[in-house]
């Protein structure tokens, strides 16, 4: 095992936890991202223990750049850090496990046998945040803000929100400007509006373009 921290204290905490278990013994430490990347292609560790917030390239980096050119090495994120965005970094550069560093020495020790044994484990907050964002991936889509409108219609919408004229939303959409002209009407039909300043206030209030694309 390869621990990557920058606190001394920490370190020799994690070697006295791993000192105590069966068959793990630790082959080298690192205190910036970039040593963690060096150690662990020169020993080549089954597992590193590797902190977020590393002076240098940050632990996710290292991550990547380890897993990347060692993809049988696994990293066990032991940091502070839990909120959505470093779990998921992590996840994506290739780490096994995220675990807190609240966690008991007992959780540490069951963290760091299961990724080496080849599964992926995350500590019991972190395993909340997961569950939570996959249920809210889930849901079903939002219901489209004019339903009575055809898809084309609804682009046709979007842009004129932004303000463009029909000569621009027809160069964007590849149409023609009589073509433009005739989903215009049907809009201002649909929405029961009298001209275009009513069916920009209308959609705007509906939530469309508030992003101006560049013509």
Request: charged share 25%.
């Amino acid at each position: 095992m390869l621990i990557a921290d920058d606190h001394p204290v920490f370190r020799s905490g994690l070697r006295a936890l791993a000192d105590a278990l069966e068959n793990v013994e630790v082959v080298g430490e690192a205190a910036t991202g970039e040593e963690a990347v060096e150690r662990a292609l020169a020993v080549l560790p089954d597992v590193v223990i590797m902190d977020i917030n590393l002076p240098g390239i940050d632990g996710v980096e290292a991550t990547r750049r380890i897993v990347a050119t060692s993809p049988h090495i696994r990293v066990l994120v032991l940091t502070m850090f839990d909120d959505q965005d470093s779990v998921f970094a992590a996840m994506r550069a290739g780490a096994r496990g995220y675990l807190l560093k609240d966690a008991d020495h007992a959780e540490i020790a069951r963290a760091i046998e299961a990724v080496a044994d080849g599964e992926a484990i995350f500590g019991p907050g972190v395993a909340a945040r997961v569950l939570a964002y996959f249920a809210s991936s889930n849901k079903a889509p939002a219901a489209p803000a004019f339903p009575e409108l055809t898809q084309r219609e609804s682009e046709v919408l979007e842009l004129v929100a932004q303000g463009l004229g029909n000569r621009v939303i027809a160069s964007r959409l590849v149409l023609s400007e009589k073509t433009i002209r005739n989903h215009v009407s049907n809009i201002f039909t649909k929405l029961q509006v009298a001209d275009r300043a009513q069916a920009i206030v209308r959609a705007r209030e509906a939530g469309l373009g508030t992003t101006r694309t560049s013509s």
